[in-house]
């Protein structure tokens, strides 16, 4: 029967969507593909799988993207593997390899979604993902948007981020969810991973709630941005890339 459609909140999905989901192979996207086929179950919509291959793994990717394509196959799911060239990218736009990597993700993810005329884009994204990124965020030097972390938009959806890995990979596991391992994760000179694998592990030694608690704090962070959006007039706000800048006339008496 029906089991994993409470993964995807009903304001998510509307009849008729048609929707792009990122799957990687990892235990979060398939847990994410399972609650999109059991909610298309309850709900009409349409969904087509978007395998991005980095080939930074060498073979590990190809086997991986054989994984999902395979799977998709054998469910009559519509699938794209896209082949991206993340070193390439990395040596001409002077990005970190993981910059590159998230960048061509997305331009693959806009191009097919342009192509197949999908109106929203779901990932795998979780509660960890979260904590790192706010983390990363803090350590660079972010004001309050950079402290919130990742948001949904109207068209970017992460049913997962209330759900930590562990959760994730005990859903999966219950549900008796096939995935691959995605080493990658397993590698310390990306900044994120040495988040993830070095300080946050140390961290929950001392702070069990510590993943849990500064996720808490980011959407703490995006109330108070909100309210305070909400209280000006939006014509002195000038939002830049990765900030907002107030004009000074706010702050004058009025």
């Not at 970017?156 to 999966?172: C, G, Q, T, V």
Request: with cysteine; proline share 2%.
């Amino acid at each position: 029967g029906v089991m994993l459609e409470f993964l995807i909140e009903d304001n998510m999905i509307s009849k008729d969507d048609r929707v792009a989901v990122g799957v990687s192979g990892g235990a979060d996207s398939m847990l994410l593909l399972w609650g999109l086929i059991d909610k298309q179950k309850q709900i009409p919509f349409y969904f087509e799988v978007i395998n991005i291959n980095d080939h930074i793994r060498g073979s590990a990717s190809d086997a991986d993207s054989k994984f999902v394509a395979d799977f998709c196959k054998k469910r009559k799911i519509d699938c794209k593997v896209i082949d991206v060239d993340v070193k390439k990218l990395k040596n001409d736009e002077k990005y970190t390899l993981e910059e590159s990597a998230r960048v061509a993700r997305f331009d693959a993810f806009k191009s097919v979604m342009k192509q197949d005329k999908l109106n929203k884009l779901f990932l795998a994204h979780h509660k960890n993902d979260q904590a790192e990124t706010i983390l990363m965020h803090i350590f660079r030097g972010s004001g309050l948007s950079g402290a919130v972390g990742i948001k949904n938009t109207d068209t970017i959806f992460r049913p997962l981020l209330n759900l930590s890995k562990d959760e994730i990979l005990s859903l999966a596991k219950e549900h008796g969810i096939e995935f691959v391992q995605d080493e990658s994760n397993a590698d310390n000179d990306y900044s994120r991973n040495y988040i993830r694998n070095v300080i946050l592990p140390q961290i929950e030694n001392v702070y069990p709630k510590a993943v849990e608690n500064i996720a808490l704090f980011g959407k703490r962070c995006e109330e108070i941005q909100y309210y305070i959006l909400s209280l000006v007039d939006e014509n002195l706000i000038n939002s830049q890339k990765s900030e907002v800048v107030f004009n000074e006339k706010i702050f004058e008496l009025k």
